[in-house]
């Protein structure tokens, strides 16, 4: 009896611990807006035969920029609301992408030099919270 009430109390002690420790917390940390985020502040583009050369000035925190998204619609009418018909992914290492400072140039080829072109360009953050920066519909 008298070995198992220290092991009683060592348990016991054990459980208040860890049960205790987690007083006064309050929950996972959040991303900080404005601190994190970052946004388009101007997105220009050319067209070259059936490329699209992309070239846009970021502002903010753009440490936290994970990837690129590119929408893009050739065959809808120009007035209709956009309607995207394929998507491209790019990473920060992607070939196609060449980052210097705070602007990124992408280059996206294969598209039909004949059709007129609407598309979307999107910057998603590291930090899923954080919505991502928007081009806009362009054209």
């Avoid at 060449?98 to 999107?122: A, N, W």
């Amino acid at each position: 009896m008298k070995k198992i009430v220290p092991f009683l109390g060592a348990c016991l002690l054990g459980v208040f611990l860890v049960v205790s420790s987690g007083c006064g917390v309050k929950g996972w940390p959040e991303p900080q807006g404005e601190q994190d985020a970052f946004s388009f502040v101007k997105v220009s583009f050319d067209r070259e035969n059936d490329c699209l050369l992309l070239k846009a000035v970021i502002q903010g925190n753009a440490d936290n920029l994970d990837h690129f998204a590119l929408l893009l619609e050739q065959d809808g009418c120009v007035t209709c609301p956009f309607q995207p018909e394929r998507r491209a992914v790019f990473s920060l290492f992607d070939d196609r992408v060449h980052m210097l400072g705070d602007t990124v140039q992408i280059s996206y080829c294969g598209l039909d030099s004949e059709k007129p072109l609407r598309f979307r360009l999107f910057g998603i953050n590291t930090l899923e919270k954080l919505p991502p920066a928007d081009s806009g519909v362009l054209q």
